[in-house]
């Protein structure tokens, strides 16, 4: 069988668009050859195959065009999940005005490296737009447990930070632990007590609080209902971040970005307003 060139040139386009960039498809071998001979399929690989040594720029291509393509699917599924977010009550610990215009509801675990760094980002980007009361910032638990067996309790302590002081103590105390916590499991709980004495809490009073189980004692419920929240609005991992303006229009950051690109999506939300 010879093939002439335009009928080549469909065939490798064709073959390049089933195997590169619907790999689905390519699974099944038998939906793209059932209609070609043994030899005319023998004769179809070697044209591909001579195409691709001859252009093999063309399989960067299809791999970008398919990673687009996966990306904007990611995007689409994170759009569509945030909008299940629970919105902003008198139970979750904000940092800045609780009427800001946008609100960045941040997922984390204390135990998570990522999310280590992502406060440290946080802090810097309230620094530019807390003053101006134009964002607020608010944290909710989402513990790693399968990795962070610890980090439910410290979510507890937390928790039993601000059941003594108040807003103002449990950002203090998660300032503190995010400062000193190695990540990564590597905190010794005995830490706990210690840091709500360092931050001005009675030291007896939190220990009292912080008893109960790795589920997060009396505060179990409360930190599994923000797990929960966060694996509906589409986060998988931590940090997981949604930037939401008063127009409810709700921008998800997915990871660790840095802070140049925060600001770039809370900037964003804001010229909406």
């Keep these: 069988m010879k093939i002439k060139n335009p009928v080549k040139q469909l065939i490798v386009a064709f073959a390049l668009s089933l195997a590169l960039v619907m790999p689905a498809w390519a699974d099944d071998q038998s939906k793209a050859t059932a209609h070609f001979s043994a030899e005319q399929n023998t004769e179809i690989e070697g044209i591909i195959h001579t195409y691709l040594l001859a252009h093999p720029e063309v399989i960067t291509e299809a791999m970008q065009k398919l990673q687009d393509q996966e990306k904007q699917a990611e995007d689409q599924r994170l759009s569509e999940a945030a909008k299940g977010v629970k ?12 009427n800001a215009a946008v609100k960045v509801i941040e ?4 135990e998570c490296p990522f999310c ?19 964002v607020a910032w608010v944290y909710r638990h989402f513990p790693l447990d399968q ?15 601000a059941e003594q002081g108040g807003n103002k103590a449990f950002w203090a105390y998660a300032d503190r632990l995010f400062e000193i916590a190695p990540s ?45 929240d966060g694996m509906a609005s589409g986060g ?3 940090p997981y971040s949604l930037v939401i303006n008063s127009k409810g229009h709700i921008f998800p950051v997915n990871g660790a970005m840095p802070a140049d690109a925060v600001k770039a999506i809370i900037d964003a939300a804001l010229k909406e307003e």
């Design 147 to 161: 990795i962070h067996s610890k980090a439910r309790k410290e979510a507890q302590a937390a928790e039993c930070a």
């Design 236 to 238: 998988t991992g931590t």
């Design 87 to 98: 919105p902003v009550n008198a139970e979750d610990h904000i940092r800045g005005d609780v």
């Design 184 to 228: 990564n499991n590597r905190l010794d709980l005995a830490q706990l007590p210690i840091v709500a004495k360092d931050t001005g809490l009675d030291q007896a009073k939190f220990e009292t609080c912080l008893q109960g189980d790795q589920r997060g004692g009396k505060f179990a419920a409360h930190i599994e209902a923000n797990e929960q």
């Design 107 to 110: 997922f984390s675990d204390f």
């Design 116 to 134: 280590k760094g992502f406060h440290a980002t946080m802090e810097q980007v309230m620094t530019d737009y807390e003053k101006d009361g134009k």
